[in-house]
């Protein structure tokens, strides 16, 4: 292997492990963080899901039971109207007020990524607990009509996090998808270029470097989704930690399955240019 190879091939590893991260995020930024229905629908899921749904019941049964004071009965009451709620969170109709107050969300959750200082990043659940009112009230349940329809938050994201998250947010976006377009070219070039110049074994020793800084990029990237995770729900409230917790993992789904596509590809690259590598040179020593 000649010395212009090995510094290639370093160079690749190199710039492929902070390309492909930085790639995926921004891309992830511009097209599923920014995009109404990519959010929308991702978070969608999540109706279903039994942190949210306890959350939701917890939330409403706790506005509602300030509105009312049944003496030595208001522990019945709240447990009875809490089973309640939790039992409609399992409904269609409570699907659709949980997309509808993801599609208003949406908007306050970008605005907040661009917001000033000491702003929270939450969710308003108030369109939730609206339908879940009129659901209630129309099949007579008592005290339903006591549940106060306001802003209801649930954090997502702590103001301190969000702050240190604002900017690394702004620079995604600015770039959108042009680092992963970008990097497909570098990648295209420099591996057609080594072919060019060096022959067919070049091209093999660039590709299996590409392989190997798609593998080591995927890592890094994994990391950087765990490590991010860990530190957005440190400053969550306790109360809102596992709805935090399953909006965070659903926005984030896309990009552990690209850690797996790019780890994939990564793995074909290296072992098949190492592969082609060997028997090129077994048939030429035959």
């Known amino acids: 292997m000649s010395a212009g190879s090995v510094a290639l091939s370093a160079v690749l590893l190199v710039l492929l492990t902070v390309l492909v991260p930085f790639s995926a995020l921004s891309a992830w930024v511009d097209l599923e963080i920014d995009d109404t229905d990519r ?9 279903s899901d039994p942190a949210v749904q306890s959350t939701v019941a917890d939330l409403v049964t706790e506005k509602a039971m300030e509105q009312i004071d049944l003496g030595p009965l208001q522990e019945t009451v709240r447990d009875f109207l809490h089973e309640t709620v939790r ?9 659709t007020a949980w997309d509808t107050a993801n599609r208003t969300a949406h908007q306050a959750v970008t605005t907040a990524l661009d917001g000033d200082s000491g702003e929270a990043v939450t969710i308003d659940l108030a369109p939730v607990i609206e339908q879940v009112k009129q659901d209630l009230v129309s099949q007579g349940v008592p005290f339903a009509d006591q549940i106060p329809v306001e802003r209801t938050e649930i954090t997502v994201i702590g103001a301190d996090r969000a702050d240190t998250l604002r900017d690394s947010f702004r620079w995604l976006r600015y770039c959108s998808i042009w680092p992963a377009v970008a990097t497909l070219v570098l990648l295209v070039l420099v591996v057609g270029v080594a072919t060019v110049r060096g022959g067919v074994r070049a091209g093999l020793i660039a590709t299996a470097a590409v392989g190997a800084g798609f593998v080591l990029g995927a890592i890094v990237l994994r990391i950087l989704v765990a490590v991010g995770r860990s530190r957005v729900l440190d400053e969550v409230p306790d109360g809102d930690r596992d709805a935090a917790a399953a909006v965070v993992d659903a926005l984030t789904d896309s990009l552990r399955t690209t850690v797996w596509v790019v780890l994939a590809v990564g793995a074909v690259l290296l072992v098949g240019a190492v592969v082609a ?4 040179g077994r048939r030429r020593a035959g």
């Open 39 to 47: 959010y929308v629908a991702a978070v969608s899921p999540l109706s």
């Open 87 to 95: 039992s409609f969170t399992s409904t269609e109709a409570f699907r």
């Open 277 to 280: 590598r060997v028997l090129l």
